[in-house]
């Protein structure tokens, strides 16, 4: 079977987590698509949902939370929401290579990367192993490491940066052609990320995927993203294309978002910090819009009614005084 970069189409998917005060939603009611071959960054604050909807693709929530409605369908797959068991475990590495957030260890301390690397393809029943050690050392190669030293090395032994290139050679040694990077880039340098970014777009490029990257930096999207998408409170509540999201948003979230980002060049002072906090579980509004408490918009309906997106072209807002103004 050829493998091609697949789609995936993420329909109104909730997931919760059971907490003191019950089971409450983390992601709700989200409905999303990856196209085939492209890169889709997916921004919030902290605690907006983002790595559970991530972790969701691989249907990899794991308890106290669980999926507790909607689908993701990837081609080739089908419903993952559906799979269990061995052919879950199949699915992870071989359809989809998951990237974890860069400030995270998930490398073994105890092992080389070359015995973590063998552990992956036996695993994955890979017979010809060899193949695949020459595989991961190309890919390192190709992101600028001596393949046979680094596969030699403990992780201690690694920067940051070099570690995060060893997660994303995991994560496509296998040959998965959906790949999802969980913040790739926090907590390293400037440079090294800017390096990094750099990496994850001539690899989707040149091996054909679809990619996810899921951060709280807008530079990241912007570098990286075909398309865009914004959480707040679990909420998607605003996607499209890249450019036209940045260079004209319409969510009074993305904007804050937008305008809070400090420039380079000009009055540093005009970067505005979004006032307030966002939402934990517990303090996210039961009813009404997720945003409204944060909102310079915010009108009576908002308390009430939870805004459903609309689309526009290939642009979809969620947001009660946008929809006013453009009827208006
Ligand atoms: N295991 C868990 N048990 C209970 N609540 C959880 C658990 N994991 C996440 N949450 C809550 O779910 C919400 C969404 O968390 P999630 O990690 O998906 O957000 P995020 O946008 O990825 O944030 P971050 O950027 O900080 O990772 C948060 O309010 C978080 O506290």
Redesign the pocket.
């Known amino acids: 079977m050829v493998k091609q970069a697949p789609g995936v189409r993420i329909g109104g998917l909730t997931v919760v ?3 003191p005060a019950g089971e ?1 939603p ?2 709700r009611d989200v409905s999303l698509t990856l196209e085939p071959g492209s890169i889709t960054g997916i921004v ?12 969701s693709l691989l249907n990899a929530v ?4 669980r999926i507790a409605a909607g689908s993701v369908e990837i081609d080739g797959l089908g419903d993952v929401v559906g799979l269990q068991g061995e052919q879950l475990r199949k699915a992870r590495g071989k359809h989809i290579g998951y990237v974890f ?1 860069a400030a995270q260890n998930s490398l073994n301390p105890l092992k080389t990367v070359g015995k973590q690397l063998l552990d992956l393809g036996r695993s994955h029943g890979v017979d010809d192993l060899r193949g695949l050690v020459r595989e991961a050392r190309e890919l390192l190669g190709r992101m600028g490491l001596d393949g046979a030293r680094v596969l030699d090395s403990h992780q201690h032994e690694l920067s940051g940066g070099m570690r995060q290139r060893v997660g994303i050679m995991l994560a496509l040694v296998l040959n998965a052609h959906l790949v999802v990077l ?2 790739p880039t926090t907590a390293l340098d400037m440079i090294t990320q800017a390096n990094i970014l750099k990496i994850v777009r001539e690899v989707h490029a040149e091996r054909g995927l679809t990619t996810l990257v ?1 951060t ?1 930096d807008i530079g990241v999207v912007a570098e990286v993203a075909d398309r865009l998408a914004v ?1 707040y409170g ?1 909420r998607l509540v605003e996607q499209g294309p890249t450019r036209q999201v940045l260079g004209a948003p319409r969510h009074p979230y993305t904007q804050g978002l937008i305008r809070a980002i400090p420039r380079l060049v000009g009055d540093i002072d005009e970067a505005r910090a979004l006032p307030g906090r966002p ?3 517990a303090t ?1 509004p039961k009813q009404g819009c997720v945003f409204r408490e944060r909102c310079p918009l915010r009108m009576d309906v908002c308390d009430t009614v939870d805004p459903e997106a609309v689309a526009d072209g290939p642009r979809t807002v969620a947001c009660h005084a946008v929809s006013v103004k453009e009827h208006a």
């Open positions: 987590y059971k907490t409450l983390a992601v919030g604050e902290s605690g907006s949902g983002k790595s559970t909807l991530a972790l794991q308890p106290p939370g957030q969980d913040e899921i709280h959480m679990g939402p934990t579980l996210v």
